[in-house]
């Protein structure tokens, strides 16, 4: 809270006739600006299973997806910045361990969903930015990359999907078996790229009814 009270004053004093943005801006970096590899997670068909099954089965399923996969996150040295709903963002010091923290979610949610009735399945979807980023205390991130990713694992990326940035792509350089495909449809922020990887699922039809 301290820290988040510090940023908002130095907003309130960015608004300010005559202040020194460049300044202020220099602050707030200098203050809160930290490089980090972010990934925003997603399930996909909610609006659809909801409306079949009803919320409090998706609600199981949203905690069935968290009783898998964060602890996969904790073990690669992801940590949990926020959950929202079926949203979870994490926070990775290297975007390598992002990525190899993704295809092992990813590869544990096929295990899984080999044995689970299709409503109950976890289909989830990555996006991992990397970048300097605001921080703010413990539960709150801004920035580019933080957009981006949000963009590609909320929006764009399907079940079975890891979408990566630029910033991301570079970060990784050369993974063992991994190779990153430019996506057909850029948004017009950022470049994105699909990881590919040993054993993971090809690229889906687009669905056919709003996520």
């Known amino acids: 809270m301290e820290s988040e009270n510090k940023l908002w004053e130095l907003i309130e004093e960015r608004t300010r006739v005559g202040a020194d943005v460049a300044a202020i801006d220099r602050q707030i970096w200098d203050l809160f600006g930290e490089e980090w590899a972010i990934m925003y997670t997603d399930l996909a068909g909610f609006s659809r299973r909801v409306a079949r099954f009803g919320i409090i089965h998706f609600l199981q399923v949203i905690y069935e997806s968290k009783r898998l996969l964060l602890p996969i996150a904790s073990r690669h040295g992801g940590s949990l910045i926020k959950s929202d709903g079926d949203s979870v963002i994490l926070l990775f010091r290297s975007a390598v361990r992002a990525l190899e923290a993704a295809i092992e979610m990813q590869r544990a949610c096929g295990n899984e969903n080999a044995r689970r009735v299709p409503e109950e399945q976890i289909l989830f979807c990555v996006g991992i930015g990397f970048g300097k980023l605001l921080r703010i205390g413990e539960s709150d991130v801004w920035g580019e990359e933080v957009n981006a990713a949000s963009k590609l694992g909320e929006d ?19 993974v063992d078996g991994v190779t990153f495909e430019p996506l057909a449809d850029q948004v017009s922020a950022f470049t994105g790229y699909r990881a590919a990887y040993p054993g993971g699922r090809a690229r889906r039809s687009p669905p056919t009814s709003p996520a």
């Open 156 to 174: 764009m990326a399907q079940a079975y999907e890891i979408l990566v940035t630029e910033g991301a792509r570079r970060a990784c350089g050369d």
